[in-house]
């Protein structure tokens, strides 16, 4: 498969510890696209973004990025040209916030006064008190640690972002908060976005596109609504638990 495609997975296979991870991944992802990876714990939702930023490299097939296959290239720039937040923010914890933020813009060279130029825009897109710059992680709430994450994923300008489950620790509240932010920033900067996620309703209220994975396999995918209409199993496996705690709810409520 190739051709149209942002980001484009060929025929991707790993196996890790003798256990096959992911099985023949074939994917499309279009410029500007805000993909959501679903799937059960243990579908090979983190193995394919760990593929995708050389974090592990496949026993077969071919990963391009704007039409450039990835393997041919320096695995520490790939990274670098390349934004990756995970659960919690993952946070380096005796560095500043200011510090975390532009790591990748440290390792890239930039100069002081670039960085926390860039540091101070990041912090206010992200709703950030400025006065949290100097702070260390311990010190952060976990909203705001998640959203420091989010900054450094950003700050070096990426076209790609790979979320895996950045939001998955937090209250409700908090969360959709977040995730209200990520949407509007994906917008604005043009980003091509792929996140994992467990959180369905999510997944298919903001995804442009929806993938299923299931045992290392692709095996839905498409427009969110498309695959609520006719759902694969597995879709309709995800779907059981959300749909009957809505019926729940909606039965504690009075008439």
Known sequence: MSGGGFLECDGLRLALSGRTVLDGI?????????????????????????????????????????????????????????????????????????????????????????????????????????????????????????????????????????????????????REALADRLHALHRAQGLTTLIVTHDLADALLRADLMLVLDQGRIVASGPPAALVANPHPAVQALLAAPLAQARAIAALAPA
């Open 26 to 174: 074939d994917l499309v992802v279009p410029a500007g696209a805000l993909v959501a990876l679903v799937g059960a714990s243990g579908a090979g939702k983190t193995s394919l973004l760990k593929l995708i930023n050389r974090l592990l490299e496949p026993d077969a097939g071919v990963i391009r990025i704007a039409g450039q296959a990835i393997a041919g290239q320096d695995a520490v720039a790939v990274r670098r040209g390349i934004g990756h937040a995970v659960q919690g923010g993952g946070l380096f914890p005796h560095w500043t916030v200011a510090d975390n933020i532009t790591a990748v813009p440290w390792l890239l060279g930039w100069p002081p006064a670039r960085r926390q130029a860039r540091a101070v825009e990041l912090m206010a897109m992200l709703e950030l008190p400025a006065h949290l710059a100097s702070r260390f992680p311990g010190e952060l709430s976990g909203g705001q640690a998640s959203r420091v994450g989010l900054a450094r994923a950003l700050a070096a300008s990426p076209r790609l972002l790979l979320l895996d489950e950045p939001f998955g620790a937090l209250d409700p509240e908090t």
